[in-house]
């Protein structure tokens, strides 16, 4: 586990961080985490009125909208011309009650490979050019259930599973880039209270505690590759 550095300092009062997901849960911890080292942050989710509640807290700037439209990838990116790290936070669980691979619904799945996998590449290559010239830094948030058998996990678990691989070629591809694929562990978040139940999700670890571990993996930049924060 790492342990969070919360003084700013002259390098990272300029820097700059794109974060999707960014009104709640593990989001929202983050950019709490990187508003307090003095980065400037550009914060995107569906919620247009958490979202701007929680850049007026954090002084950022709020670019509500879903990551499955191209158009607002674009915005993101031209808000960022120079970008030290993105965030791919956001994401879908699918159907709930999460059903065996045997009943899933195709056109659910689809949906869920766009959220999950698609958006995340193309918010990735929308943002590029920003990182490369800054020798930036990428984090996909994955899950345990990217490699574990979970029952009625199959369509969730299958699209962070090809987020992961994606993390791990484009690692190889981009070597003057930090890529990180992050498996934060269970969190209690809405997400998981979707999943499981609101009681089960309340004995999961607090997001904030979380993303205290994912602020110090950023300040620290280890080499790429997989990380677990469980």
Known sequence: MYAARRVPTVETMTKTAIITGASRGLGLALARSLAAAGWNLVLTARGADDLERVAAEL???AIPGDVTDREHLQRLARAAPELDLLVNNASDLGVTPL?????????????????NVTAPLALIQATLPALRAAGGSIVNITSDAATGAYE?????GATKAALE????????E???LRVWWVDPGEMNTRMLADAVGADEAAAAADPA???????DLVDSRPASGKVSLQ
């Open 59 to 61: 002084g950022a700037t």
């Open 99 to 115: 059903p065996p691979l045997a009943g899933y619904p195709l056109e659910a799945f689809r949906v869920l490979l766009e959220t």
């Open 152 to 156: 009625g996990w199959g369509g969730y």
């Open 165 to 172: 691989q994606l993390s791990n070629v484009l690692s190889a």
């Open 174 to 176: 981009e070597p003057g």
């Open 209 to 215: 505690k979380v993303a205290t571990a994912l602020y």
